[in-house]
């Protein structure tokens, strides 16, 4: 087993034997870089395909009849064999299916409208000293922008392009986050490692599975969770984490991969959002499939206690704002965990909930830039991107994946369970924890992009792209990657409106 995947799998302190179950199907083509993208890519959606395999397994050990096998327990289940299940099904991971997923936002279009998720002032700019990238896709981001820059409202590209010429990378970056917008000064990858955010990025683990305290394993609820009547296929299996309630507190585009992913397999995702903040309808096409999305002011006191009532019953809850924002309204894991005894919180960040960074705003590219990734893939002292917005969706399957291991142990000792992750620890992942494939016959020369110009089969999305009528129109989207032997193959349910669904469950 290669060692992204291993490393992954470790973080998440699971059995290492259960590795034996996961194969690959590899395309040279996918997702072609620098840097081992499709590697890391293809463990982060293997480690959440085994995590689904084995609570699917849990749950169908306890429900359905069959030969039972010991499973070694993780870090709530008191040791070696503390449950019997049934045979965790195997995992095949496709290379394809990977990278079409990646760039599901790409793919997605509704009755053939395509998305385009970058605004123009979101984008790399030439500075007096090196470069900076900035993120101006939501209007208030792009105000403060110019506020910052001493623009007014709705300048263009050359305005902005004419005004940072006379700045500095990082009196850019300083001046900007000071105005509430964001911009990160290009670093090399050594640059960042040697500042003390990144050095504290260095010392954290991928991410992390922590059992905050004792409480009782879950009781039951229509369709149970982990397996049972109502979420199993023929064989036992099917959809792990029917009788799931997933509280869904995330924006674009790590938070809503983690919850789309937990909604295929079976959990009731709601998606609450604050009604004063912008959303894009394009966005929640590709990440609202298998949802339901509602608006609820938390200041205000009638929409405080709807809330309340869906956290008394939640059995999991997703946040994905910058740390310490939500904290004013008892949202931080802590006061979840002292809150809700039992309680699953997985909480995602661009920099980590640490260090003089941790309160920032951020997004992938943002990351990539700071991170020395940028450099990396590069070209002539220009920075590039990676081929997809990958430290998203690679950390959405993780913390994906950490839920449903939370979930695996909570029903093997109950517990109180926490998973914390951040796109600056995945790109760490990316850039120090994973390793290329060998170079095969055809590669071109060092530097350029490792699957340029290879033989073999090439990657073609259209197998792993998928129509069908939603509320809106006629919806395209990508499958998920995340498949197990007799586990769901599509989503139950097509996107609606967003902001449009009563704020309820629907059992």
């Known amino acids: 087993m290669d060692k992204a995947i291993t490393h992954a799998w470790a973080a ?7 590795l034996e179950r996961v194969s690959y199907e590899r395309v040279p083509g996918a997702l072609p870089a620098r840097l081992p993208v499709r590697e890391s890519a293809r463990a982060a959606v293997a480690v959440c395909a085994l995590a689904a395999a084995e609570l699917a397994a849990e749950g169908a050990g306890r429900t359905a009849a069959g030969p039972a096998v010991p499973l070694s327990g993780g870090p709530g289940a008191g040791g070696p064999g503390a449950g019997r299940v049934r045979a965790v099904p195997r995992v095949r991971v496709d290379d394809g299916a990977v990278a079409t997923a990646f760039h599901s936002e790409r793919f997605a279009t509704l009755d053939g409208r ?3 998720g970058f605004a123009p002032l979101s984008r790399f700019w030439r500075t007096a000293d090196g470069w900076v990238r900035t993120h101006a896709n939501y209007p208030h981001h792009e105000a403060r922008l110019l506020a910052a820059l001493g623009l007014p409202a709705g300048s263009d590209a050359d305005a902005v392009a004419g005004a940072l010429a006379g700045w500095g990378a990082a009196e850019t970056e300083a001046a900007v986050y000071a105005a509430g917008g964001l911009a990160v000064a290009v670093r090399e990858a050594a640059e960042w490692y040697a500042s003390e955010q990144g050095a504290l990025v260095a010392e954290r683990p ?11 394993g879950p009781g039951r609820r229509t369709g149970g969770e982990g397996g049972g009547a109502g979420g199993s296929g023929p064989d036992g299996f099917g959809a792990p984490c029917a009788g799931v309630r997933v509280l869904d507190l995330t924006r674009v585009l790590a938070g809503p991969v983690a919850t789309r992913t937990l909604a295929l397999l079976g959990a009731d995702v709601l998606r609450v959002d604050a009604p004063g903040l912008p959303e894009s309808q394009e966005a929640y096409n590709d990440t609202g499939i298998g949802k339901r999305s509602a608006l609820l002011d938390l200041a205000h006191g009638a929409d405080r206690r709807v809330f309340d009532e869906l956290l008394d019953t ?17 949202l931080a894991p802590e006061a979840l965990a002292e809150r ?16 003089p960074w941790g309160g920032r705003r951020g997004f992938d590219s943002l990351v990539q830039a700071a991170t020395g990734i940028a450099v990396l893939e590069g070209d002539e002292g220009r920075p590039g991107a990676l081929p997809a917005q990958a430290l998203d969706h690679g950390t959405g399957y993780l913390v994906a994946a950490g839920v449903l ?57 259209g197998a792993w792209l998928v ?21 769901p193959a599509d989503w139950a349910r097509p996107p609606g409106r967003w902001g449009a669904d009563e704020p309820r469950w629907t059992a």
């Open 12 to 18: 998440l302190g699971a059995d290492p034997g259960l």
């Open 467 to 487: 129509e069908r009528d939603a509320p809106l129109g006629r919806l395209r989207h990508a499958l998920s990657p995340v498949s197990y032997g007799g586990g």
């Open 340 to 355: 809700r005894p039992g309680l699953v919180v997985a909480r995602l960040s661009a920099w980590g909930a640490y260090g």
């Open 206 to 216: 991928l991410l992390e599975l922590e059992r905050l305290g004792d409480a009782p």
């Open 405 to 461: 291991r939370a979930l695996t142990e909570r029903r093997r000792g109950g517990g109180t369970w926490r998973v914390e992750a951040a796109l600056a620890q995945t790109a760490r992942w990316l850039t120090h924890g994973t390793e290329p494939e060998a170079p095969r016959a055809g590669a071109t020369e060092p530097g350029a992009p490792r699957d340029a110009g290879r033989p073999g089969r090439p990657y073609e999305p």
């Open 114 to 116: 395509r998305w385009d």
């Open 314 to 330: 939640a059995d999991v809850v997703v946040t994905g704002y910058r740390p310490g924002a939500l904290d004013r309204f008892g």
